[in-house]
C-alpha cells in the first residue's frame, strides 16, 4: 500500500473522515495543514497573527507564510512510517516546493486523491456545523442535530458557528479552492499519481475507493 499521500478536496469534501480511518486502520499519520494553522492562531504566534484574518474571510494563505510555517514543522515531521497531507499544498507553487523537500528527505509523494465535490453539497456539510463553546462538542443541524435545537446535549449553552463556516464564507473558499487546485490537480495527474473520488459518496464508498486506489 502507498503509505505517503496527500488528500486534496474543497472544504467539507469529507478528506478529515477518511484521514482518520486510513490512520486508525493503517497507522498513517495525519497531517492537518488547517488544524496546525489553527493552533498557530490560538496561540497568537507570529504566523498565527498573519493567518488569522485570511481565515476568518474564507481566503487562502499566502504562499510565503504558508511554505515558511509547512517547512520549518516539516524538518522535523516523522515521514518514515508515512503521512497524509490535508489541506497543504493548496497552490502549484506549494506542490513544487513540498516536492523538493520530500525528495531532500528521500520520501516522494506515492498517490494524490482528489475528493471532487460539488457547491451545493459542501454549502450542506459545512453550513450546518454547530459547536458548544465550552466543551468543543460539534453537532450538525441535519446528520447530527442536538435534541433541542441551538442547545448543547451536554452544557445547556447555546452553539456557536466557526466564521468560517458561513455561507458567504464557504461560497468564497469553494471558489478560490477550484481557482488555485486545478493547477495543482493537473500537476499530479501529469506524474500519474492522481486519484479521483467522488466525494458525495457514503463515507465508506470513498474509504473503499481511496483504499483501492492506495493499493
Known amino acids: 500500500m502507498r503509505r505517503r499521500l496527500i488528500l486534496l478536496g474543497p472544504p467539507g469534501s469529507g478528506k478529515g473522515t ?48 504558508v511554505l515558511t510555517f509547512m517547512r520549518g514543522w516539516m524538518k522535523s515531521a516523522p515521514l518514515e512510517s508515512g503521512f ?24 516522494p509523494v506515492e498517490a494524490v486523491i482528489l475528493y471532487a465535490c460539488d457547491l451545493k453539497i459542501i454549502l450542506d456539510r459545512i453550513t450546518g456545523r454547530w459547536s458548544c463553546p465550552k466543551c468543543g462538542r460539534v453537532y450538525h443541524v441535519y446528520s447530527v442535530p442536538p435534541k433541542v435545537a441551538g442547545i448543547c446535549d451536554d452544557c445547556r449553552i447555546e452553539l456557536t458557528q466557526r466564521a468560517d463556516d458561513r455561507e458567504p464564507v464557504v461560497r468564497r473558499r469553494f471558489g478560490i479552492y477550484a481557482r488555485q487546485t486545478k493547477p495543482l490537480a493537473k500537476y499530479y495527474e501529469h506524474q500519474g499519481k492522481l486519484t479521483v473520488v467522488d466525494a458525495a459518496l457514503s463515507p465508506d464508498e470513498r474509504f473503499a475507493k481511496t483504499v483501492a486506489a492506495l493499493n
Open 84 to 107: 497524509m497531507l490535508d489541506g497543504f499544498p493548496r497552490t502549484l507553487n506549494q506542490g513544487k516546493a513540498l516536492d523538493v523537500w520530500l525528495a531532500e528527505r528521500g520520501a
Open 18 to 65: 477518511i484521514a482518520a480511518r486510513l490512520q486508525q486502520e493503517f497507522g498513517i499519520h495525519h497531517i492537518s495543514s488547517g488544524h496546525l494553522l489553527r493552533r498557530e492562531v490560538e496561540e497568537g504566534s507570529t504566523v498565527g497573527q498573519r493567518a488569522r484574518l485570511f481565515l476568518e474571510k474564507g481566503e487562502l494563505v499566502p504562499d510565503g507564510t
